[in-house]
């Protein structure tokens, strides 16, 4: 009887009416690649100040942000440099406070850059470190090139991702060559505009599990502490129905636009999104079929949000920390991906 009175007491209470966390998010873009990156995702709806970066002042005519930085004027005359990584690198650490007074005080700073260039490439990295000297946590986001576009721009790629992240909390690295699989029949600017709405909606997504109350929360210092030696990190993003949740499993695990080994990594981060009618075995079941591939003893953080947007329907966003690119040099992976079965074994516990 006692219990049954608890419930009724629980359930009487309306949790919808809360007030957001004062989080401080700043997204800026480098080079070409990012502040193309930083002008689409103007248009999400994202609740972040959004910084362009760049080198070629001819290229800031096409942007979209709240505020533009040229950088390296007295030695590119603002005309970028020339796919110099060395350049691009001195350009940012001359500019090194003007740089700090914009990311002062942010909590969260996301740098947007493609990889190959020398803007993006060089300058990205001391942008990274300038953002740790204000203080904020950051997380870097960036495109490795096009196979096509030649080895010489491919290794100026890897060389600047291991700038990225030494200098990063955590990097994720995205894969345009992974973009041509999935977009090959659509013109470039669409195939392009995929690759920057799941950028935007990975950092909304975000954003939102940790500004926005939620049932089971996760806040700020669960973020920080994943992220603080996250190494390379990779964001999965599914949707699915609330009757077959292993659906929505298996869309989150099979993320087609991030070439990343994420089955021994070291932390995890999921958020659950879904209507009134979510049960917390649902979530748990979410959760486990998730995480049942990654270490044993990975930290685990778990927080679900009820949004009446999604009735009958999930949403997942996960970060998974000290995940294996090809990209970096694999230095102490635990796991080797023939030790685990195929993706029907990672999801065969929500069943």
Not at 123 to 146: H, K
């Amino acid at each position: 009887m006692g219990l049954e009175y608890l419930v009724k007491d629980a359930l009487s209470i309306d949790y919808g009416d809360r007030n957001e966390a004062d989080i401080s998010i700043k997204v800026v873009g480098v080079g070409g690649g990012g502040c193309n990156s930083v002008t689409r995702l103007s248009t999400q709806n994202i609740n972040a100040e959004l910084i362009a970066i760049n080198t070629d002042k001819s290229h800031f005519s096409i942007v979209n942000a709240s505020k533009k930085v040229l950088i390296g004027k007295k030695i590119t005359k603002g005309h970028g440099t020339g796919g110099n990584i060395y350049i691009g690198e001195q350009a940012a650490q001359m500019a090194y406070n003007d740089i700090y007074k914009l990311l002062d005080g942010a909590d969260i700073v996301f740098v947007l850059a493609g990889l190959g260039g020398g803007t993006g490439g060089g300058a990205g990295p001391v942008i990274n470190e300038i953002a740790r000297d204000a203080g904020a946590l950051v997380i870097s986001m960036v495109t490795m090139p096009f196979k096509a576009e030649g080895k010489r721009r491919w290794e100026l790629a890897e060389a600047s991702l291991q700038k990225f992240r030494d200098r990063s909390h955590t990097v994720i690295v995205l894969d345009n060559n992974r973009l041509v699989e999935l977009a090959r029949n659509l013109p470039i600017s669409k195939a392009f505009a995929i690759m920057d709405y799941l950028i935007g909606d990975v950092i909304k997504n975000l954003a939102e599990a940790i500004t926005i109350p939620s049932l089971m929360n996760i806040d700020f210092s669960d973020l920080e502490a994943l992220m603080r030696n996250g190494g390379t990190s990779t964001i999965l993003y599914g949707e699915g129905n609330y009757y077959t949740p292993q659906d929505a499993v298996l869309d989150t695990l099979n993320n087609p636009l991030m070439d990343i080994d994420y089955r021994g990594a070291n932390g995890a981060l999921i958020h659950i999104t879904g209507g009134s009618e979510m049960s917390l075995q649902t979530v748990y079941r979410i959760a486990e079929g998730i995480t049942s591939g990654i270490r044993e003893d990975a930290e685990i953080k778990i927080g679900a949000r009820v949004d009446d947007r999604y009735t009958k329907k999930l949403k997942i966003t996960t970060i998974l920390t000290g995940v294996h690119t090809p990209y970096i040099p694999k230095e102490n992976a635990r796991y080797a991906m023939e030790e685990i079965g195929g993706i029907n074994d990672l999801i065969s516990v929500v069943y």
